[in-house]
């Protein structure tokens, strides 16, 4: 019998890879860091998903439910690969419990790291408890608790979402564009809108990059249907009056300063390299980009290969990602994990 193949990250492409191979019978060795698995959406606790409008938690919690409940799936949780030796059909990895699994091949679905916000500090974060974050607003939609500002939990009654935080930023050496989060801001404000029909909800942005097919079910409908308010700007900093969060900028169609009163402020963070991916680079004997992320090895043949033989990657490790993407990565990652045992298959 073949190998197994070890994938490791259990988020949306790790899954998708893992099933793909268990219904063509092949086994796999899912290798999951936390203690729960379904990454970044599950472990972050996300809303409902764009552009599906499901729940997080039944999306990606089926995904998780279908894997768990798969025997051709070995599941390691709480665990990570602290060496891998060996060449493709062949390998060892060594996880960091001290255990050992054999593995044809491998598959990279180690996803990102959400932007830490303290490192734009003159936007509020970590000084103004009512200033949060993309994930925080997430988190309060998933629990029921609704949108509340986290002082002393009012309902708000002005809201600004500020793109492009820890994205598009060489100040803190961030150039890349994160993809998914102009889209994810419209949907959140109309979300907001909805729970709080009162509640102003101001999108201030350079550019906004709903993309494809996003642009009519999210940036028009945000505006004509929920009547959320898009400034172009450039923001300077977030402060206090003592009462309010003051937003201080330019309104950059204008040429004019602005300086706006709201009673939250959220960031939308970006997605950086995970912050594994020097030791996961070194681990697996694999390559960087210039950003940080995994590289691939191919754009236009094999996307999923690395520049190491037999490893493959997939999803938001490779720069940043939306599920969707994710997921179809994931799935051609396993298919070319396959290929790479086929040599082996046919010596065996
Ligand atoms: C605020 C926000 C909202 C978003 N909402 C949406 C949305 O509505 N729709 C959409 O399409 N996209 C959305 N995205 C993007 C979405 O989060 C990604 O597309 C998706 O999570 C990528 O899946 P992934 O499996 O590649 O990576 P991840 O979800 O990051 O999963 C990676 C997994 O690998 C594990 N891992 C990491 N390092 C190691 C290691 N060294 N060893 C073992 N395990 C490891 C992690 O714990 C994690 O479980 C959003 C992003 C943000 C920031
Ligand atoms: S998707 Fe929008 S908010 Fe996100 S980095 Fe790109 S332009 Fe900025």
Known sequence: MNQPILIVGAGPAGLAAAHALARVGQRSVLVEKEDRLG??????????????????????????QRVESETLVEVRKGVKVAAFDGAPGNFTATLSDGTSVRAGAAILTTGFTHFDSLNKPEWGFGTFPDVVTTTQVEQMISSGQGVRCPSDGRKPKRVAILLCVGSRDRQIGREWCSKICCTVSANMAMEIREELPDCHVYIYYMDIRTFGLYETKYYWKSQEEFKVKYIKARIAEVTSDGDKLIVKGE????????????????HAIGMDPNVDNKSISSV??????????????????????????????????TGPETIDDSIAQGSAAAL???GALQPARASA
Not at 39 to 64: C, F, Q, T
Not at 261 to 266: A, E, N, Q, S, Y
């Open 39 to 64: 990454g970044a959406p599950i472990l972050s606790g996300y809303a409902k998903l764009v552009p599906s409008g499901e729940w997080a938690r039944d999306a990606i919690g089926g995904m998780v």
């Open 251 to 266: 309104d950059t169609l204008v040429k004019r300063p602005i300086t706006i009163p709201f009673d939250l402020v959220v």
């Open 284 to 317: 697996f004997g694999v390559d960087l980009e210039p950003h940080g992320y995994l590289g691939r090895g191919n754009f236009y043949g094999n996307t999923a290969e690395t520049s190491r033989a037999g490893v493959f990657v997939a999803g938001a490790a």
């Open 336 to 338: 070319a994990a396959l």
